[in-house]
């Protein structure tokens, strides 16, 4: 036996030939078994289910993620807001009547705390209220994040308060 060719066996038909041998004639017959009808299973009744939860996870991880980042942001504006309301209260406790400084008494000129204070919440942009009350003076200011992944579903802005007090010089002492 040469090198390079093979023995058949004998009654096989090689297939090369076996091939052209199920393309020839017309008269063949179609397969039966690929013309019948297939019956639902289990797995027909859940073809799409990883999509479904595909698309419901994605909604679930963006809900949280807005969650987080808008919150956050909304927590930031909150701090930069009672900063605002702590130098305003400052700023307003720091106004004395000079007449009564000059007499010896320290006390606070409410009219004066009261537009320092407000000064104060203009220049910086921020909101609030200014209450005087003998040596203190009570701030609070308030505003609203608007929320940026949220805004989605429907939830526009967070809104945050923040109060702080302030206290002159001869309240201190007390």
Do not use: C, F, H
């Given at each position: 036996m040469c090198r390079g060719t093979r023995r058949r066996r004998p009654g096989r038909v090689s297939r090369y030939q076996e091939v052209h041998l199920r393309r020839r004639g017309a008269d063949r017959e179609p397969p039966g078994q690929l013309m019948t009808t297939r019956t639902a299973?289990?797995?027909?009744?859940?073809?799409?289910?990883?999509?479904?939860?595909?698309?419901l996870f994605t909604i679930a991880l963006l809900t949280v993620a807005g969650v987080v980042i808008d919150t956050g942001y909304a927590m930031a504006a909150k701090r930069q807001a009672i900063h605002h309301a702590e130098q305003a209260?400052?700023?307003?406790?720091?106004?004395?009547?000079?007449?009564?400084?000059?007499?010896?008494?320290?006390?606070?000129?409410?009219?004066?705390?009261?537009?320092?204070?407000?000064?104060?919440?203009?220049?910086?942009?921020?909101?609030?209220?200014?209450?005087?009350?003998?040596?203190?003076?009570?701030v609070t200011v308030t505003g609203k994040q608007n929320t940026k992944i949220l805004s989605a579903v429907g939830i526009g802005a967070i809104p945050f308060a923040a109060t702080a007090t302030?206290?002159?010089?001869?309240?201190?002492?007390?």
């Open positions: 299973t289990v797995q027909d009744e859940e073809r799409g289910a990883a999509s479904l939860i595909l698309v209260a400052r700023m307003g406790a720091d106004a004395l009547n000079r007449g009564a400084l000059r007499d010896g008494v320290t006390q606070v000129d409410p009219t004066r705390a009261k537009n320092k204070a407000e000064a104060y919440l203009s220049l910086v942009g921020a909101t609030g209220t200014v209450a005087v009350n003998g040596g203190e003076v009570t302030g206290l002159s010089i001869n309240q201190d002492a007390n």
